[in-house]
């Protein structure tokens, strides 16, 4: 919601929506790192800080909009926004052309790469990747502060691009979609790109079939709406318990 905020703020300043994205990458970099220092060198609950963050954002976000003088809602102008791609069935945004290839790109970081290895092990094991002489906690802070910048530009995409607007729940429990997709990936990248379209199929159905009339008679509209949701509650169902994560997960790091 942060970066979604600044985002419409940065591209509107600016004129420009690529400045947008970056500046709301540059709120979630920035929010990672806080969220890092918490965690990693304050030894902080990751769930209690994420929950505090959260809390935050949407009082944060509430209070910028009515300051803006459109309280719950802002809208972004057209011109500022993101520029589809024209297609001969619709458009398409270059974003999604981003997020495949990111996808891709970070999957071959973490099990192609030096640095990669490096991630993972100070994820399963940090006290032999201590012994290994990797620096576990600055390591751990970077890939927050990474983490964070990716989450910045899902935030900014959602007013720049997407929805072309900022409300105080502009996320619609999307942020928890995310969330039962790492648990449905295991962390592995491309399963974590699947599962996303797998999920945003079901939002982007919910949302077709609730334009026809004739199916709007016949099945509440709410019903429809929360396919996606529902969908999410089956994947993670079937997920859990099968899906291997690193044993050291959430776990702060302290050395003997």
Known sequence: MLSALTGAVG????????????????????IGLVFGVINTYWKGSQLITGVGINLFAFGFVAFMLITLGAPGFHSVPRDVQVKLIRLGVGSLSPL???????AIAVYWLLYRTQLGIRIRAVGENPAAADVA???VNTLRLGTAVAAGLLAGLAGAYLSVDWFGAVTKEITAGRGFIALAT?????LNPLLALLGGFIFGFFDGLATWVATYPGIKKLIPWQFVAMAPYVVTLLVVAGA??????PKALGIPYLRE
């Open 11 to 30: 591209a509107e300043a600016s004129g420009s929506a690529v400045v947008g994205l970056m500046t709301g990458m540059g709120t979630g970099a920035l």
């Open 96 to 102: 999604v052309l981003v997020t495949v290839a990111l």
């Open 133 to 135: 002489g990797i620096r």
């Open 182 to 186: 790492v648990v449905f990936s295991g």
């Open 240 to 245: 859990i318990g099968r899906a291997r994560f």
